[in-house]
C-alpha cells in the first residue's frame, strides 16, 4: 500500500482557498486517490476522489498531475466549519475488502 | 446514501470486564468490515479486517484474543473488547464500502464508540 505524507498542519482565514497537497511516491497503477475528512470524535467522512487530472465536486477540487506521485485537495472559500483534519490516501477502490491505510493527517484551523 | 452505525457511541466500563462494540451497515451488504482505533490527536490506525462467515484478520500487534471480531451476517460485525484495561480507553472506528450501489467507491465509516475503561 502506497505510502502517503502530507503537512501536519495548516492554518487558514475564512474565505480563502486552502490546498493541500500529499505526496505519494509509490502509487500502484490500480490505486486511486482518496481524501477524507474529521470532525473531533467523528468518523471519518469521505471528500473527494480521483484517479488522474482533476476531479471537481460541490465541496472540494482535487487535482493529480500526470506523474500520479502526488495530489492536491482544494477547498474553495473554507469557513470556521472546515476545521478538521484531512486525510489523503492511495490504495484500490473497486474491492470491497481493500484496506484503507491512513497518514498522519493534516489538521487545518480555519481562522476568523 | 449508504450509511454504517455504530452502536454504543460511548460507553464507560470497569476494568476487566468486556464491551460490546457493534457496527452495521444500515441499506447495504458488506462482506468486509474495518475496524479502526484512534488515540487522542493521532491517526486511525487500523486493528481488523471483518470477513463475514470467517475469521478475522488482524493487524501486526493487535491481539486477536483481546479483540474478538464476529461477522455473522452481512450487515452487522461485532469488536469485544475483553478484560479492558484502561489503555484500551480510545476511540473505535467501524468502516466499509458498498460496491453494489451507484459505482461509487467511497468506504463508509461510523459515528465511532468512545471507550473509557476505569
Known amino acids: 500500500l502506497a505510502k502517503t505524507t502530507q503537512p501536519i498542519s495548516m492554518d487558514s482565514y475564512e474565505g480563502q482557498e486552502v490546498n493541500i497537497t500529499c505526496s505519494h511516491n509509490n502509487i500502484a497503477t490500480n490505486d486511486y486517490i482518496t481524501w477524507y475528512q474529521q470532525f473531533p470524535s467523528q468518523g471519518p467522512r469521505f471528500i473527494i476522489q480521483g484517479y488522474k487530472t482533476k476531479v471537481t465536486n460541490e465541496v472540494a477540487s482535487l487535482f493529480i498531475p500526470a506523474d500520479r506521485k502526488s495530489s492536491t485537495l482544494s477547498l474553495p472559500r473554507v469557513s470556521l466549519s472546515d476545521t478538521a483534519v484531512y486525510y489523503c490516501?492511495?490504495?484500490?477502490?473497486?474491492?470491497?475488502?481493500?484496506?484503507?491505510?491512513f497518514g498522519q493527517g493534516t489538521e487545518l484551523s480555519v481562522k476568523p | 446514501g449508504a450509511v454504517v452505525s455504530q452502536h454504543p457511541s460511548r460507553v464507560i466500563c470497569k476494568s476487566g470486564t468486556s464491551v460490546k462494540i457493534e457496527c452495521r451497515s444500515l441499506d447495504f451488504q458488506a462482506t468486509t468490515m474495518f475496524w479502526y482505533r484512534q488515540f487522542p490527536k493521532q491517526s486511525l490506525m487500523l486493528m481488523a479486517t471483518s470477513n463475514e462467515g470467517s475469521k478475522a484478520t488482524y493487524e501486526q500487534g493487535v491481539e486477536k484474543d483481546k479483540f474478538l471480531i464476529n461477522h455473522a451476517s452481512l450487515t452487522l460485525s461485532t469488536l469485544t473488547v475483553t478484560s479492558a484495561h484502561p489503555e484500551d480507553s480510545s476511540f473505535y472506528i467501524c468502516s466499509a464500502r458498498d460496491l453494489a450501489g451507484t459505482g461509487n467507491t467511497e468506504a463508509f465509516f461510523g459515528q465511532g464508540t468512545r471507550l473509557t475503561v476505569v
Open positions: 490516501l492511495v490504495g484500490p477502490v473497486y474491492n470491497q475488502g481493500g484496506k484503507l491505510i
